[in-house]
């Protein structure tokens, strides 16, 4: 039986250690509109690594594959919320990349798993290109069809290697489409720095990483 993708088949090997996966998720908006809308935005970026990653689990079946693999590394899937609006509103990437670092530190992490090498940042912003859309209208879709808005997040790599002397390079952070997000953290998932993502960035969308 043919094994999934290279960086699928690592994050099956990797649950044996870790007790979950998924993107850590910083707040930093804290507004009335984020505030009601923000459990709406989450189930919506969650509904987005699903329906990707089951995308790639129906093509592995149709080649014979297990897809009990899939429905085992999902079951570990959990995204992580951290929310503090005296601590949190308003403030810097860089701000997030520090708090962010000294986390995985603490839990002794650095560089082991794709958790602890990018988290994702939820400005008003993002917020803003995240509304009007929801969880269950993306599980009602049986094709794709192109949105106006090009709705992202933040995610933002920690201890990256950064050319600062050229500021239309890589900073340490992009946007990515949020139907992106498992598409990133399978490019990741080998060790990868994120600036090899960024370059993949095209004219087609600028600015935003969309696989």
């Not at 850590?24 to 935005?41: G, P």
Request: contains cysteine.
């Amino acid at each position: 039986m043919a094994r999934p993708p290279d960086t699928t088949w690592e994050l099956f090997h990797n649950l044996r250690v870790h007790p979950s996966w998924g993107y850590v998720i910083y707040r930093t908006t804290y507004s009335s509109v984020s505030d009601a809308h923000f459990s709406t935005v989450f189930n919506y970026l969650e509904a987005c690594i699903r329906k990707s990653f089951f995308a790639e689990a129906a093509e592995y079946a149709s080649t014979g594959g297990d897809p009990a693999i899939y429905q085992g590394i999902w079951a570990q899937h959990s995204l992580t919320v951290i929310e503090d609006a005296m601590q949190l509103d308003g403030v810097s990437i860089d701000s997030i990349r520090a708090r962010f670092e000294e986390w995985v530190d603490v839990q002794g992490q650095r560089d082991k798993f794709n958790k602890y090498r990018m988290c994702i940042v939820i400005d008003e912003e993002c917020l803003q290109t995240l509304l009007g859309t929801s969880a269950e209208a993306l599980d009602q879709e049986t094709q794709y069809v192109r949105d106006k808005t090009v709705r992202y997040v933040k995610v933002v790599e920690a201890w990256p290697i950064i050319d600062e002397g050229d500021e239309d390079e890589f900073l340490g952070w992009m946007k990515c489409w949020s139907r992106a997000l498992w598409d990133l953290w399978s490019m990741m998932g080998d060790g990868a720095e994120m600036s090899l993502s960024w370059d993949k960035i095209s004219d087609f969308c600028p600015g935003v990483y969309r696989g």
